[in-house]
């Protein structure tokens, strides 16, 4: 595994947590459909047993929250696990770069506008961060 497919982890798990918030606030919003449709049946007189459909809604919402929960600790784990990586990089410029990059999930442009760097400079300073990353980090572990 590479220094950049290694820190990229963070990124992946808050694709798919968000993905997850998503879907999750899609159930709520058919939850509440769902309860509007059978409130304008029951003011007809078309009043069905509509329950089972907010049973199995309820419960898809929960399983998800669950699941979201999970998720959300795992992120929390890995963040101060991959922050307590780069910071043991004896090199301070590329412990700034690699947490802009990989913890606040900066674009390279705008690390290079923060850090008063020009573009070509910074991806310079990604390539070297990793390769040192890759030494101090990755090599010692595996």
Do not use: C, P, W
């Not at 309860?35 to 007189?45: D, F, N, T, Y």
């Not at 049973?55 to 998720?71: P, Q, S």
């Amino acid at each position: 595994m590479t220094a950049r497919e290694y820190l990229l982890k963070l990124k992946d798990l808050d694709i798919k947590i968000n993905q997850k918030l998503t879907e999750l606030q899609s159930l709520k919003e058919s939850l509440y459909i769902s309860q509007a449709k059978a409130e304008v049946e029951k003011v007809k007189g078309k009043s069905k047993d509509k329950d089972a459909g907010f049973v199995k809604i309820i419960a898809k919402i929960d399983y998800l929250e669950k699941v979201i929960n999970k998720e959300i600790e795992s992120f929390i784990y890995e963040k101060h696990k991959i922050i307590a990586e780069i910071q043991m990089l004896k090199n301070s410029l590329y412990v700034e770069f690699l947490y802009k990059r990989y913890v606040e999930f900066k674009r390279l442009e705008e690390i290079a506008e923060e850090m008063s760097y020009s573009f070509g400079y910074i991806r310079k300073v990604h390539k070297l961060a990793l390769e040192e990353f890759y030494k101090t980090i990755l090599l010692n572990t595996i």
